[in-house]
């Protein structure tokens, strides 16, 4: 399942579970299966604005369930991950560790209903948890709701409209327009969205070459916003931590079997910006930070 979203009706975006490397799972097999997806990746020290530095370390974990080789056969409802956040000395972010560990849960339930060969309804409502370590799951809770409808229009087009609303903390409910896109240009060139890895999320386009059937290149930018609650503790106590930025990757995807597929990705974030909330939404303290190299890998495996 992939979508784009088009926030303002201007930047395109996605949510989606799979990765642009796929050409090795395509069999008729509908045997059930269980797995597991994890990443990790690093984003190098950058200067911020204000004073300091900033870098950033995430992992992610994912189990999997399937039935079949298909890109949409993949269940992945429940992810589990980390952020840790590094801050050097100077500036109002820098003056010490705004925060740190920021633990980061997510429960979705994707549910698809076709209506005959061509149009596929779909509803993916979702809950999820962001907050320094130790942050109660009420304090740290906002709850999503995906729905839209997706035509095949032919063999290597499928597109239609949607809507997505969250909560967010501390902050307005979005709404935001969604579109689902999946366009096979070519045999070998595909333009689609995608999620990325655990350890990116948020909207996104993705232009892939198979170069071989076991071998995918990709590249892909996207919109990430991550918020999450502050614990009592630090400078905001009980407010909210902000991190956003524009990543553009290059990813490598390697899956010699159905079992097994190994990622490695790295690029830059563009555009990054750190902002600090007291727990009446009121902004402490704000940044932009300098270019940020990222490097990570990702493997999948089937159990």
């Given at each position: 399942?992939?979508?784009v979203?088009?926030?303002g009706?201007?930047v395109?975006?996605?949510?989606?579970?799979?990765?642009?490397?796929?050409?090795?799972?395509?069999t008729?097999?509908?045997?059930?299966?269980?797995?597991?997806?994890?990443?990790v990746?690093?984003?190098?020290?950058s200067?911020?604005?204000?004073?300091?530095?900033?870098?950033?370390?995430?992992?992610?974990?994912?189990?999997?369930?399937?039935?079949?080789?298909?890109?949409?056969?993949?269940?992945?409802?429940?992810?589990?991950?980390?952020?840790?956040?590094?801050?050097?000395?100077?500036?109002?972010?820098?003056?010490?560790?705004?925060?740190?560990?920021?633990v980061?849960?997510?429960?979705?339930?994707?549910?698809?209903?076709?209506?005959?060969?061509?149009?596929?309804?779909?509803?993916?409502?979702?809950?999820?948890?962001?907050?320094?370590?130790?942050?109660?799951?009420?304090?740290?809770?906002?709850?999503?709701?995906?729905?839209?409808?997706?035509w095949?229009?032919?063999?290597r087009?499928?597109?239609?409209?949607?809507?997505?609303?969250?909560?967010?903390?501390?902050?307005?409910?979005?709404?935001?327009?969604?579109?689902?896109?999946?366009?096979?240009?070519?045999?070998?060139?595909?333009?689609?969205?995608?999620?990325?890895?655990?350890?990116?999320?948020?909207p996104?386009?993705?232009?892939?070459?198979?170069?071989?059937?076991?071998?995918?290149?990709?590249?892909?930018?996207?919109?990430?916003?991550?918020?999450?609650?502050?614990?009592?503790?630090g400078?905001?106590?009980?407010?909210?931590?902000?991190?956003?930025?524009?990543?553009?990757?290059?990813?490598?995807?390697?899956?010699?079997?159905?079992?097994?597929?190994?990622?490695?990705?790295?690029?830059?974030?563009?555009?990054?910006?750190l902002?600090?909330?007291?727990?009446?939404?009121?902004?402490?303290?704000?940044?932009?930070?300098?270019?940020?190299?990222v490097?990570?890998?990702?493997?999948?495996?089937?159990?």
């Amino acid at each position: 399942m992939r979508h784009v979203s088009l926030p303002g009706a201007a930047v395109l975006a996605a949510l989606a579970w799979s990765g642009p490397a796929r050409a090795a799972d395509q069999t008729d097999s509908q045997d059930p299966w269980i797995g597991a997806a994890a990443a990790v990746s690093h984003q190098f020290d950058s200067d911020l604005a204000t004073g300091g530095s900033i870098s950033v370390t995430r992992w992610s974990l994912a189990p999997r369930l399937g039935r079949g080789n298909g890109p949409g056969d993949v269940f992945a409802p429940l992810s589990v991950g980390m952020s840790h956040y590094a801050f050097g000395a100077g500036g109002a972010l820098g003056a010490g560790s705004a925060w740190d560990d920021i633990v980061d849960v997510r429960l979705s339930l994707p549910l698809e209903i076709r209506q005959g060969d061509r149009m596929t309804a779909r509803v993916i409502p979702g809950i999820a948890y962001s907050g320094e370590t130790g942050v109660a799951a009420g304090d740290a809770t906002t709850v999503s709701l995906l729905a839209g409808l997706e035509w095949r229009l032919s063999d290597r087009l499928s597109v239609g409209p949607g809507l997505q609303w969250s909560t967010e903390l501390e902050d307005e409910d979005s709404l935001t327009p969604v579109v689902f896109l999946d366009w096979a240009v070519t045999d070998r060139l595909s333009l689609s969205t995608g999620s990325g890895h655990g350890v990116s999320r948020g909207p996104g386009l993705t232009l892939t070459w198979q170069a071989r059937d076991d071998l995918a290149v990709a590249f892909s930018g996207r919109y990430e916003k991550r918020r999450f609650r502050l614990d009592g503790d630090g400078p905001a106590r009980g407010g909210v931590g902000q991190d956003a930025a524009v990543p553009l990757m290059v990813t490598v995807n390697y899956a010699p079997t159905a079992a097994l597929r190994v990622t490695g990705f790295a690029g830059v974030k563009l555009n990054g910006a750190l902002r600090m909330e007291d727990a009446s939404g009121a902004t402490l303290s704000s940044s932009e930070y300098d270019p940020a190299p990222v490097l990570g890998a990702a493997l999948s495996l089937r159990f």
